[in-house]
């Protein structure tokens, strides 16, 4: 337990009291929930779980530990007031000189405003160098309607793709089984490679925390008895999210028959919200995601955008991986 001058921050080990705050005051914000934390640690990562106190619970930190301290979708605070986060930074600071970690960096779901940006630069933060992570562009579709109405505000091509089911006799394939998570890891690999995006390493333990809990579905694209197109999607509170996808080239639109199977299945659930994650920014013309942000526009939906990442100095090593980052950024155009 740390006291501060107006809060104490101590360990918050019980799911529940964590999940019911998530769930009143950040419900979308998965890379905070209690089983996400559980996918770092089996992938042997350092997570700790805070919380921010004033006669009651305020705000929740869970950060994890690489070269900097990561809250990602976080902290989850009650109001974004400049005292909490001011007692955030400076404890997650302080854990990180202990850590020897050369920054802290966080990314919380919340409006990316002047004002909102102003609180941050106050506090001593810098927007980081690195692209737009974590869904902080995303693309979402309200799931309220029935099937027709989310049909009819389809872009007309993507609606015909989804008609053309049956006539290319595409089998889609809905599993929470690990016998099927190596035709999905195979293509992954192969669709990194093509694309050039870094594999995600976690992506098992990702898949088998959630699964065991009900809380993922891979769908799985056959044409000619060929696997074409895989998606893992996430259900957390009330949307289902798009988290991993992986297609070969075809001329047969599975992945949009894909996308569509795994819709129904989140109104099934009864999602609110179908997450069809990042997108590129509408400022960026040239940005290496625009073929894939065009596809998941043809859905429907609306956009959303939060604040940028922000970066809190520990150590001039800080510098070293901003350099690194700035580098990356500017050489895959995002």
Not at 3 to 13: F, L
Not at 132 to 139: F, K, V
Not at 275 to 289: E, L, T, V
């Amino acid at each position: 337990m740390v006291k501060t001058n107006q809060h104490t921050i101590r360990e918050i080990t019980s799911r529940p009291i964590w999940e019911e705050f998530l769930l009143r005051f950040s419900p979308h914000a998965l890379f905070q929930s209690w089983l996400w934390g559980e996918v770092q640690k089996r992938s042997g990562i350092k997570v700790w779980r805070f919380g921010l106190y004033q006669n009651e619970l305020l705000s929740a930190i869970s950060a994890r530990r690489g070269t900097h301290l990561h809250v990602r979708h976080g902290p989850v605070c009650r109001e974004f007031s400049e005292g909490q986060l001011k007692s955030i930074v400076e404890y997650l600071k302080n854990l990180s000189q202990k850590e020897r970690a050369w920054f802290v960096r966080i990314n919380p779901l919340v409006s990316g405003t002047k004002e909102t940006y102003e609180l941050f630069k106050i506090l001593g933060g810098k927007p980081s160098a690195i692209h737009a992570m974590d869904g902080e562009h995303c693309w979402v579709l309200d799931l309220n309607n029935s099937e027709e109405e989310l049909l009819s505000q389809m872009r007309k091509t993507t609606r015909y793709e989804i008609r053309q089911k049956e006539k290319f006799g595409v089998r889609v394939i809905k599993s929470q089984e690990n016998r099927y998570f190596d035709e999905f890891r195979t293509l992954y690999r192969g669709t990194s490679l093509r694309q050039g995006f870094v594999a995600h390493m976690d992506i098992v333990e990702e898949f088998t925390l959630f699964a065991k809990e009900q809380q993922a579905d891979l769908f799985l694209g056959y044409y000619e008895k060929k696997i074409v197109s895989v998606a893992l999607i996430l259900y957390y509170n009330d949307q289902a999210i798009y988290h991993h996808g992986a297609s070969v080239l075809s001329k047969v639109p599975v992945s949009t028959i894909v996308q569509w199977e795994a819709i129904k299945e989140a109104k099934k659930r009864g999602m609110k919200v179908y997450n069809f994650w990042g997108i590129a920014p509408s400022d960026n013309p040239k940005h290496p995601w625009r073929g894939l942000t065009l596809f998941k526009k043809g859905f429907g939906g609306r956009e959303i955008n939060t604040i940028h990442s922000h970066d809190f100095l520990v150590s001039h090593f800080y510098y070293i991986t901003r350099g690194i980052e700035t580098v990356r950024k500017l050489s895959k155009g995002y």
